[in-house]
């Protein structure tokens, strides 16, 4: 409870902070609301690491990288001292089940600064605002709407025919959902979704369309592909329809290939499989992980994690279980911090989080190490940043 009560001390004094900043008329220079001094910049960009910089934020945007300098500095509000620390993008998690407000927080603290959470409300819709409004502390949220399946659970939202999809595809849009999460969907069912969100502009995400044995023959699953998913969940499910329909490897590579060419992101929600099955064999998971990275496709990490999860998947600090599980899977450092950075943002529509670069949300993590070496110092930053607010300070 501690860090919640300086997270929000220090929220308050940055929200006070922001009452004096404006974009300063008539000068070349945007108001410096924080200057990072000296810090050695994970970009995730093509520029690599960036040793030695400053990093200055005006309002909620990175407003310049430059080569730390001795001269006069800037006139900013807030002067952080990197002194070679470094400074990577705050990190994105996919795939989430947010039930309220109190779970918000426990995802900043462990450095978590965009959720994508899976099955919206309008309660929930409301939360992302107050967030973006600067009212809540949390990391930003993309919401999807309710789970849309022929199948029933508790707080799904059941579709049996073309017209109930149509019905359930303007009342989303008219609350203003992110995106449409489908479950199970016959052929006929999902292709009208796809054609409806498509139509009122709404990206859609979901599982493998699974629904008794259909979906599963090359033509259908070409045509899940050309539906326009901006992204499919849970990787190993779909590395098992794609084997299902390749006699030979090669054949999987050619998936992976057409995968990479619609900018499907596929994510990984792996830790949550040992929950379900202390057994659980990650190796063709891996195996398939692996691939999909060196093909260059999109990937994204998510963990399933809800404060009332049955499985134990909490929020927050799950996410470092699921970096180190991709670690394990044989992937670099590097690849493994694109999945929770630019591949989350990927799977979020949003091109302005997941690096550190002029011009990109103000969304940093000030860490010990550098990550790239060390992934485990993301446990643990020493400043997070969410969209120009200091959110935690150390003691
Ligand atoms: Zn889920």
Redesign the pocket.
């Known amino acids: 409870m501690k860090i919640t009560v300086f997270s929000k001390i220090n929220f308050v004094l940055a929200a006070l902070i922001f009452l004096d900043v404006g974009v300063n008329a008539g000068s070349a220079k945007a108001t410096c609301s924080i200057l990072f001094k000296d810090v050695n910049i994970v970009s995730m960009t093509a520029r690599g690491l960036m040793e030695h910089q400053d990093l200055i934020i005006s309002e909620s945007t990175i407003s310049s990288i430059t080569p730390t300098s001795s001269g006069p500095r800037q006139d900013c509000k807030q002067v952080i001292e990197g002194n070679g620390q470094y400074l990577s993008p705050g990190l994105v998690n996919a795939?989430?089940?947010l039930n309220d407000q109190q779970e918000l927080v426990k995802y900043l603290e462990k450095g978590i600064t965009s959720v994508r959470t899976?099955?919206g409300t309008p309660e929930i819709l409301q939360l992302r605002d107050r967030v973006l409004n600067g009212d809540v502390v949390g990391p930003t949220i993309v919401v999807a709407s309710p789970i849309t399946s022929e199948k029933f659970n508790s707080g799904w939202r059941l579709v049996a025919t073309v017209d109930e999809i149509s019905a359930a595809l303007e009342e989303y849009k008219a609350a203003g959902y992110d995106l449409v999460k489908f479950y199970e969907l016959s052929e006929e069912n999902y292709t009208a979704l796809a054609k409806k969100a498509k139509a009122l502009g709404l990206p859609i995400a979901g599982h493998y369309p699974i629904r008794d044995e259909v979906f599963r023959d090359h033509d259908q699953l070409m045509k899940v592909l050309n539906s326009g998913a901006r992204s499919l969940?849970h990787i190993e499910e779909v590395a098992q329809i794609l084997a299902l329909n390749a006699d030979a490897d090669g054949q999987i590579d050619l998936y992976l290939d057409e995968i990479r060419a619609r900018n499907i992101v596929l994510t990984t929600?792996l830790n949550r499989l040992i929950k379900r099955d202390p057994d659980y064999d990650y190796q063709p998971a891996f195996t398939f992980l692996k691939k999909s990275v060196e093909a260059g496709v999109f990937v994204a990490l998510?963990t399933?994690s809800s404060g009332v999860s049955s499985l134990g998947i909490f929020p927050g600090i799950t996410i470092h279980r699921e970096l180190a599980l991709l670690k394990q899977a044989g992937l670099t450092s590097h690849q493994v911090l694109m999945i929770a950075t630019i591949g989350g943002a990927r799977a979020l529509g949003d091109d302005n989080v997941g690096v550190v670069a002029e011009g990109k949300t103000a969304d940093l993590l000030l860490l010990r190490e550098n990550p790239l070496v060390n992934l485990s110092t993301l446990e643990s930053p020493i400043v997070i940043v969410h969209r120009g607010r200091v959110a935690k300070f150390e003691d």
Do not use: F, R, V, Y
Request: hydrophobic share 35%; aromatic share 0%.
């Open positions: 795939h989430i089940h899976m099955n969940e929600i998510g399933d």
